[in-house]
């Protein structure tokens, strides 16, 4: 079975300009987590969509957005970029509704501004 | 979602068990203990989550102290493999407050 796949692994942009990664969940899954890891830093909660809907928002600006799709795939945007987007980005998936859940992570995609 | 503490850094020989320890004094009754690791660069990996009876599965054990303050995440025999920082997470599984909040984590360095 394919776990949470992520797209581009690798990416670099400039300042300023606008981004666009990509999540598909694991087969079954309705719930996609979007998480930031700066350099050396833990993971920071970005957004949560479930059903199609924006659930949970973390402490990010709103350059910072997203979309789930009916297949439960996700995007999540970035727009007007800055140096310290430079991050590697996360997504997981889990069962929404299903009690003692975990969630499955994808690689990630690297983030560089420049 | 309560806060955890873990020790920055740890090592371990390998072929030796692996103890994690994790605080989590402000836990609450229907927050569970969640363990993922996180192998350099690379997206972390579930090991193991629990509410109060110890768990154990193909990867680990997990043993919750009976006032839930505080658990260990055991790696009976550690590799080189195991090498990685290994987070502890509390969290509700219900609502809408269902994301992680990530701390710091432990970097296990297992010696051969």
């Known amino acids: 079975e394919a776990g949470v796949t992520q797209s581009p692994t690798h990416l670099i942009k400039t300042r300023g300009q606008q981004v666009t990664l990509r999540c598909s969940p694991i087969?079954?899954?309705?719930?996609v987590y979007w998480y930031q890891q700066a350099l050396g830093l833990g993971l920071q909660f970005l957004l949560w969509?479930?059903?199609?809907?924006?659930?949970n928002r973390g402490n990010f600006p709103p350059r910072f957005s997203g979309r789930q799709f009916p297949n439960y795939s996700s995007e999540l945007n970035v727009n007007a970029l800055e140096l310290e987007d430079s991050a590697l980005y996360l997504c997981?998936?889990?069962?929404?509704?299903?009690?003692?859940?975990?969630?499955?992570f994808g690689q990630g995609t690297r983030l560089t501004v420049v | 979602d309560a806060k955890t503490t873990q020790p920055t850094s740890m090592d371990c020989a390998e072929g030796r068990a692996a103890n994690l320890p994790c605080n989590h004094s402000?836990?609450?009754?229907?927050?569970?203990v969640y363990w993922y690791r996180q192998i350099h660069s690379q997206g972390p990996q579930y090991i193991i989550h629990?509410?109060?009876?110890?768990e154990t599965n193909e990867m680990a054990s997990l043993i919750i102290t009976e006032d839930r303050k505080s658990s260990t995440l055991i790696l009976p025999h550690a590799t080189l493999r195991d090498t990685a920082v290994y987070y502890c997470i509390v969290r509700i599984n219900a609502g809408n407050n269902r994301k992680l909040i990530w701390g710091l984590g432990t970097s296990l360095a297992v010696n051969p």
């Open positions: 629990g509410l109060k009876n110890n």
């Open positions: 087969s079954g899954h309705t719930s």
């Open positions: 402000t836990i609450s009754g229907n927050e569970y």
């Open positions: 997981a998936s889990s069962l929404a509704v299903v009690m003692n859940t975990e969630a499955f």
């Open positions: 969509y479930d059903e199609g809907e924006e659930r």
